[in-house]
């Protein structure tokens, strides 16, 4: 998609998007640290209990915090009616990024995209029905293989940086600006069913009858999505969190095959190039694999709702171990995001539950899933506050 300047793209929009600052186009990567009004540099809260380290309360945000559940989001959709248009005109990204960092006072503020973005600049087009979801056309033999190719973000996803960098100038030093990428296994099974499936079974064949084919679909897509998730961070991006929501589909087994080593060979491409940058893992309906995600070296497993967090955490702590990893390893959720449309006092009751499940370091608070469109903006605006308010002994 072309890129416009703001300046001609506020006036063709009117009201509906704030005016941001004009971003200058670098190759420079950008600091992974901010600095303060004093001029000190500081690490934001969030990465700060990422990376396990004592913090003054916990952090917080939600899965998909920015989209259908916000008024102005709605609002926005109906000058610009396409989820690409929403996601790759650079400006309306930052403008819808905001909104839930701006009414909510989230701790991150993560970038509006989607994990099928990068998949263009692979050689592969996508588009998003509103109704059916993301449709590609399927991927059956070693010729559609054969006509992928390593991604050039700078060159396929310059709204992205823009995107990117304008957020680190938008939001307060306190804050962090997270990217994210789609893992290989999920991004596969799009590219095998050729769009959402319930019970991916076309992908599953692949998988029995002819593994080598869908190995060499995931070992490209890894390639390109390690380019993606460092380019993300040069331009902004002070963490990453990796989605495989469609792993939680697979047998351990086929899960210790098809899924933990392409993630792992993201994860490895990040630390070996960033060290310091903290990274999420997320998987939906992960409750039998908690181990197994830990054990690829993942900073911070994010669990979803179904797991117990005082479980999950020695879970976590134990996949490490079996790995030979140090430390006990972070972890992140998982408030069930139907809660949300409970009660004051019961969001208050299970957040607070969680939170002292999960203890007072390497825990940053969020949703088991994506936040439902139908959720009630004053209850997620609580469920925000009541957690930023919470402290663990100790915490001030």
């Known amino acids: 998609m072309k890129l416009i300047t703001a300046t001609v793209f506020l006036a063709s929009i009117g009201n509906g998007v704030h005016s941001f600052s004009a971003t200058t186009s670098t190759s420079q990567p ?25 913090t003054e309360r916990v952090p917080v945000w939600m899965m998909r915090q920015a989209g259908r559940h916000i008024k102005e989001y709605r609002e926005l959709c109906k000058k610009y009616p396409t989820f690409r248009e929403r996601s790759e005109i650079p400006e309306v990204a930052v403008e819808v990024s905001l909104q ?32 059916v979801g993301p449709v590609v056309k399927p991927m059956k033999t070693f010729d559609d293989v054969k006509k992928m190719h390593l991604i050039d973000p700078s060159a396929s996803m310059p709204f992205v940086a823009e995107a990117l960098r304008t957020l680190r100038q938008e939001v307060t030093p306190e804050t962090a600006v997270l990217g994210f990428v789609g893992c290989p296994y999920t991004l596969a099974t799009y590219l095998v069913e050729g769009k959402t499936s319930k019970e991916y079974l076309e992908i599953k064949k692949m998988a029995f009858t002819e593994p080598k ?40 087994r086929d899960y210790d095959e098809f899924a933990a080593p392409y993630q792992k060979m993201i994860l490895d491409k990040i630390k070996e190039k960033y060290p310091t940058v903290p990274t999420v893992t997320y998987i939906k309906h992960s409750g039998a694999l908690v181990e197994r995600m830990a054990a ?101």
């Not at 909510?104 to 109704?131: A, N, R």
């Not at 190995?215 to 969190?241: M, R």
């Not at 969680?354 to 605006?381: D, Q, S």
């Open 100 to 131: 839930p960092w701006r009414n909510y006072q989230t701790d991150g503020c993560i970038l509006f995209s989607d994990i099928l973005t990068p998949l263009p600049g692979m050689g592969v087009e996508f588009d998003i029905d509103e109704k």
């Open 213 to 252: 084919l869908l190995h060499a679909i995931l070992k490209n897509l890894a390639d390109s999505l390690g380019e993606y998730a460092l380019f993300q961070i040069e331009n902004g991006a002070q963490l990453i969190q990796i989605f495989d929501s469609w792993a939680g589909h697979l047998s351990p």
């Open 30 to 54: 950008l600091p992974l640290t901010n600095t303060d009004s004093s001029g000190n540099t500081i690490d934001p809260l969030l990465i700060r209990a990422a990376r396990g380290e004592t």
């Open 296 to 396: 690829t070296g993942v900073d911070v497993v994010s669990l979803d709702w179904t797991v117990d967090m005082a479980e999950g955490r020695d879970r976590i702590a134990a996949g490490r171990a079996k790995a030979g990893l140090s430390g006990r390893g972070g972890v992140q959720g998982n408030l069930d995001p139907g809660v949300l449309f409970g009660d004051f006092a019961t969001i208050k009751e299970r957040a607070e539950e969680i939170m002292k499940k999960a203890g007072p370091t390497g825990h940053v608070m969020n949703l088991g899933h994506g936040i439902e469109a139908a959720t009630p903006e004053e209850n997620a605006a609580y469920f925000i506050e009541t957690v930023r308010n919470y402290r663990h002994e100790g915490q001030t």
